[in-house]
């Protein structure tokens, strides 16, 4: 098992609502990158925080929006939740320094339901 | 942005037998090519990864191959066995200096005793 950490774990919310997913990287990683798992689909790209900045966007609304802290985890926050926002959240930690790569190892995940 | 197509979607071979899956990507720029394995309800876990200077890495039963001028990648599983059924992603690197990650939409690999 990977030290990547999240909560909640499941997670149940209205329509129109708001939530906060947390995440806390593996000890030594400095970036956090959050996905969006849908129902038998691959992860997609949501965006990137390294050393407290975004570092990249995928195609998700300003309604998603993160946060990422001096001990490198992170927060995922969606405002005005719809239906279509049910789905596993995934964030991965990873170590980059200088544009180098270096794997991404994944938390368990928060599965959201909007109802 | 980055494209990548997975095949097939779903894989049955008997036990013993050997797996293929191939990636293909639409970015030239993308140099790094991990793929995960998924078990249901767990998180995805990286089994093998390659990056684009290299042509082909193994570890164990478990082999990558990349063609850069074709972008295409494959998974190649040798001498299956049931713990290796779980649904497989490939992914490609967004992009070359950073490495938000681009994933296929998976294959269902089942192994049949």
Known sequence: ETGVTQSPTHLIKTRGQQVTLRCSSQSGHNTVSWYQQALGQGPQFIFQYYREEENGRGNFPPRFSGLQFPNYSSELNVNALELDDSALYLCASSLGAGGSISEQYFGPGTRLTVT | ?113
């Open chain 2, 1 to 113: 942005g980055e494209n990548v197509e997975q095949h097939p979607s779903t894989l049955s071979v008997q036990e013993g037998d050997s797996a293929v899956i191939k990636c293909t990507y639409s970015d030239s720029a993308s140099n790094y090519f991990p793929w995960y394995k998924q078990e249901l309800g767990k998180r995805p876990q990286l089994i093998i990864d390659i990056r684009s200077n290299v042509g082909e890495k193994k570890d164990q039963r478990i082999a990558v191959t990349l063609n850069k001028t074709a972008k295409h990648f494959s998974l190649h599983i040798t001498e299956t066995q049931p713990e290796d059924s779980a649904v497989y992603f490939c992914a490609a690197s967004i992009g070359t200096y950073d490495y938000k990650l681009s994933f296929g939409a998976g294959t269902t690999v089942t192994v049949r005793a």
